[in-house]
T-cell receptor
C-alpha cells in the first residue's frame, strides 16, 4: 500500500465550517508536503513541513506533523466553495531515495 | 513568470506504438520529477532528475519507459511498445532543489487504444 494514506477518503461540509484531513505514513521522512488538485490535472503546492517541525500555518491552512505517530493533519478553517478539491499528502523517506510518495487523497466538497 | 508546461496535452495512440511526452520546467529549477496518475489515485512517482542526470529512476515500471534531460532543462519521457495499461495522465513537476515545493504542469493525458 502507499506510504501516504489520507483519511477520510471523502468529506462534505458546509461553507464556513472547518475541514480536517489526516495523512499517515510508514517510514522516517525528510519532509511532508500537502497538495491540492482541482478537477482537471494541475496540482498546487500548499505547505511543506520538515521532519524537525511540528506545526506550520499559511493563511487559512494549518498543518501539524507528529513524527512519533507518523502522521500529519491539514486543517482548513472557514472553508469556502472554492476549497472543493482533492487534497494529497506526499512524503519522501530519509534513506537514499528522492522518491515522493503520494497518498490516494481526500476529496473535499464544500457546499455553499 | 511561466510555469511548467507539458506537451501534448492529450495523446491518443495505438497499442504497440512509441510515444514521447515533453516537459518544460520553470527556468532555473534543477530538480525535475515525472509522475503518472490514474483516475481516483494520487500521483505515482516515475523518475527524478537532478540537473541532467537521473538521480532516482526507481519508479519506472519497466524497461519500456525511459526519460532524458540532456541539457538540464527540458525533459522527455519516452514510452516504447505502449500498452493499454499505460493509459494515464503523465505529470511533470519541477522545483528549485530536491526538497522544495514542486510546481506541477497540467499533465499529458495518454490514451492507448
Amino acid at each position: 500500500s502507499q506510504q501516504g494514506e489520507e483519511d477520510p477518503q471523502a468529506l462534505s461540509i458546509q461553507e464556513g465550517e472547518n475541514a480536517t484531513m489526516n495523512c499517515s505514513y510508514k517510514t522516517s521522512i525528510n519532509n511532508l508536503q500537502w497538495y491540492r488538485q482541482n478537477s482537471g490535472r494541475g496540482l498546487v503546492h500548499l505547505i511543506l513541513i520538515r521532519s524537525n517541525e511540528r506545526e506550520k500555518h499559511s493563511g487559512r491552512l494549518r498543518v501539524t506533523l507528529d513524527t512519533s505517530k507518523k502522521s500529519s493533519s491539514l486543517l482548513i478553517t472557514a472553508s469556502r466553495a472554492a476549497d472543493t478539491a482533492s487534497y494529497f499528502c506526499a512524503t519522501r523517506a530519509t534513506s537514499g531515495t528522492y522518491k515522493y510518495i503520494f497518498g490516494t487523497g481526500t476529496r473535499l466538497k464544500v457546499l455553499a | 513568470g511561466a510555469g511548467v508546461s507539458q506537451t501534448p496535452s492529450n495523446k491518443v495512440t495505438e497499442k504497440g506504438k512509441y510515444v514521447e511526452l515533453r516537459c518544460d520546467p520553470i527556468s532555473g529549477h534543477t530538480a525535475l520529477y515525472w509522475y503518472r496518475q490514474s483516475l481516483g489515485q494520487g500521483p505515482e512517482f516515475l523518475i527524478y532528475f537532478q540537473g541532467t542526470g537521473a538521480a532516482d529512476d526507481s519508479g519506472l515500471p519497466n524497461d519500456r519507459f525511459f526519460a532524458v534531460r540532456p541539457e538540464g532543462s527540458v525533459s522527455t519521457l519516452k514510452i516504447q511498445r505502449t500498452e493499454r495499461g499505460d493509459s494515464a495522465v503523465y505529470l511533470c513537476a519541477s522545483s528549485l532543489l530536491a526538497d522544495n515545493e514542486q510546481f506541477f504542469g497540467p499533465g499529458t493525458r495518454l490514451t492507448v487504444l
